[in-house]
C-alpha cells in the first residue's frame, strides 16, 4: 500500500533534511515538472527584485555556503546558472568599489567547479573567459586549467586561436596572452611548447623545478635530469639532493644511495628532492600555508604566486604581506591605465586596513604620501585614489 503524500512519516522525514540536500531534491523535481519549476522561478524573480542591492551585501554568503555545499555532496542538479548570476552579482558589487574580492574569488571557483558537472555551451564559456581576462583586470586572475574539462577541444581552441592574434608589443595584453599560452599548453598536454615557453623566461630556482616537474610528469627522466644538472651548472640553486645520473628504471627516478658511515656527505644550502618537488597547488589545497608562504617568499616565486598565498597569510601575519601589497600596487600602476589605476586603488584601501591591523596605521600614511607625490602627474589615479574614499595626504586634497 503506497503511503500518502502528507502522511505523518514524509513530513518527518522531509523536515529532518538538511537544507543543501532538500533544495537538491526540489531542484530535480521542478526540472521534471514545469509549472513547479515556473511558480519557483517566478518567487526567485521576486525575491531578487525585493533585495537588491542588499542581496550582494549581506545575502550572497548562504548562496555560496549552498552551493558549495551541494557540488561537495556531488548533486546532480545544474548548478551553473546559480552559480554564474552570484558571481556576476558580486562582479557588479566589485566594480562598484565594494569589498567583495574575496567573495569574488570564492564565487568564481565555485562556478568553474559547476560547469565541469553540467558544462554550458564551450564557445560561450570560452568568450566569457576572454571577456574577463582582457577586459577586467582588476577581477581575480581565472585559472584555465579549473575551466578544462568544461571548455573541451570546441571552448580551447576558441581562446587559444584568440591568443595567437596577440603580439608581443600588443600593450597590456601581451602578457596576459602569454600566461594563457602556458595554460593552453599545459592543458593540451603539449610538453615541447610548455617547456619552450617555460624555458624563455629568466632563469630561476622556481623555473627550473617546474620544467623538471614537466618533463618527469610526461616520463622523459632522463631529460628532467639533464635539465636538472644543467641549472646546477648555471649556478641557480641547487634542484636536487641526488646524484645525477640515468635512472634505473623509466617508472621510478633515482634517490640518493646513502653514505658510507666513515664519509661525511656534502649538505646542499637548500636541497629539493628531485623525486618530489614542491608542489604550490598542493600546499594551499592541504592548508600548508605556512609552508606555502616559506615556499613562495624564495627567489624565483611570481608576484601571482605570492599573491595567491599571500590571502592566507595576511589572516594572522598582516605584517608579513605589506611590501608585497606595494608592490603589486606598483605594479599596478606602472600599466598606466584607467581600470589598473581602478585596482590600483582598491589595493591601497586593502592596504590602509592591514597597516591598522599590524599595529602601524601611521606608516600608511608616510607610504600613501610618497606614493602620491612620485605620481602627482597621474591625475586620473588621483582621481581613483579619491573615489576609493581614501584620504590623501592634505597638500594633495
Same mark, same amino acid.
Given at each position: 500500500?503506497? +503511503? ?18 532538500? *533544495? ?28 537588491? /542591492? $542588499? ?9 555560496? #555556503? ?12 545544474d548548478l551553473a546558472p546559480l552559480a554564474k548570476r552570484a558571481m556576476d552579482k558580486i562582479g557588479d558589487a566589485f566594480a562598484r568599489g565594494e569589498d567583495t574580492a574575496g567573495q569574488l574569488r570564492r564565487a568564481v571557483a565555485l562556478y568553474a567547479r559547476a560547469c565541469v ?20 583586470? #582588476? ?6 586549467? *579549473? ?15 584568440? %591568443? ?20 593552453? @599548453? ?5 610538453? #615541447? ?8 623566461? =629568466? ?9 623538471? &616537474? ?13 635539465? *636538472? ?12 639532493? @641526488? ?15 646513502? +653514505? ?11 636541497? %629539493?628532492?628531485?623525486?618530489?618537488? %614542491?608542489?604550490?597547488?598542493? =600546499?594551499?589545497? $592541504? ?17 601571482? #604566486?605570492?599573491?595567491?598565498? +599571500?590571502?592566507? &597569510? ?11 601589497? &606595494?608592490?603589486?600596487? +606598483? ?6 591605465? @584607467? ?5 590600483? *586603488? /582598491? ?10 591591523? $599590524? ?16 605620481? /602627482? &602627474? ?13 584620504? =590623501? ?5
Amino acid at each position: 500500500m503506497t +503511503a500518502h503524500p502528507d502522511s505523518p512519516g514524509l513530513l518527518e522525514y522531509l523536515c529532518s533534511l538538511d537544507v543543501p540536500t532538500l *533544495a537538491a531534491l526540489l531542484h530535480e523535481q521542478a526540472e521534471r515538472d514545469p509549472d513547479l519549476g515556473e511558480r519557483l522561478r517566478k518567487r526567485a524573480a521576486e525575491l531578487d527584485d525585493a533585495q537588491g /542591492k $542588499a542581496d550582494t551585501e549581506h545575502g550572497i554568503e548562504p548562496v555560496l #555556503d549552498t552551493l558549495q555545499r551541494l557540488l561537495d555532496a556531488g548533486t546532480r542538479a545544474d548548478l551553473a546558472p546559480l552559480a554564474k548570476r552570484a558571481m556576476d552579482k558580486i562582479g557588479d558589487a566589485f566594480a562598484r568599489g565594494e569589498d567583495t574580492a574575496g567573495q569574488l574569488r570564492r564565487a568564481v571557483a565555485l562556478y568553474a567547479r559547476a560547469c565541469v558537472a553540467h558544462p554550458p555551451p564551450p564557445e560561450a564559456l570560452a568568450d566569457w573567459i576572454l571577456s574577463v581576462t582582457f577586459d577586467r583586470p #582588476d577581477w581575480p586572475v581565472l585559472d584555465l586549467r *579549473a575551466f578544462a574539462k568544461s571548455l573541451g577541444d570546441k571552448g580551447v581552441n576558441r581562446i587559444k586561436s584568440f %591568443v595567437d592574434t596577440i603580439g608581443e608589443n600588443d600593450g597590456r595584453r601581451a602578457p596576459v596572452a602569454a600566461r594563457l599560452r602556458e595554460e593552453l @599548453a599545459e592543458i593540451s598536454g603539449d610538453v #615541447d611548447a610548455l617547456v619552450a615557453i617555460l624555458s624563455a623566461k =629568466l632563469p630561476s630556482r622556481e623555473v627550473s623545478l617546474r620544467i623538471v &616537474r614537466v618533463l618527469r610528469d610526461a616520463g622523459r627522466h632522463s631529460e628532467a635530469i639533464a635539465h *636538472a644538472a644543467k641549472a646546477l651548472v648555471r649556478g641557480k640553486g641547487p634542484v636536487v639532493n @641526488a646524484q645525477v645520473t640515468a635512472p634505473a628504471a623509466p617508472a621510478e627516478l633515482p634517490r640518493p644511495r646513502p +653514505a658510507p658511515e666513515t664519509e661525511k656527505p656534502a649538505e646542499p644550502a637548500d636541497p %629539493v628532492d628531485l623525486a618530489d618537488p %614542491v608542489d604550490l597547488d598542493e =600546499l594551499i589545497e $592541504a592548508e600548508k600555508y605556512d609552508e606555502a608562504w616559506e615556499f613562495v617568499s624564495r627567489d624565483g616565486s611570481s608576484l601571482a #604566486d605570492r599573491l595567491r598565498v +599571500a590571502e592566507f &597569510r595576511e589572516r594572522e601575519h598582516p605584517a608579513d604581506v605589506l611590501p608585497l601589497y &606595494r608592490e603589486h600596487v +606598483a605594479e599596478l600602476i606602472a600599466y598606466g591605465d @584607467a581600470a589598473h589605476y581602478r585596482h590600483a *586603488a /582598491k589595493q591601497l584601501r586593502k592596504l590602509r586596513g592591514l597597516y591598522r591591523r $599590524a599595529g602601524v596605521a601611521q606608516e600608511f600614511g608616510e607610504y600613501l604620501a610618497g606614493l602620491v607625490t612620485e605620481h /602627482k &602627474r597621474k591625475t586620473r589615479l588621483i582621481a581613483e585614489i579619491r573615489n576609493a574614499r581614501i584620504a =590623501l595626504p592634505k597638500d594633495r586634497r
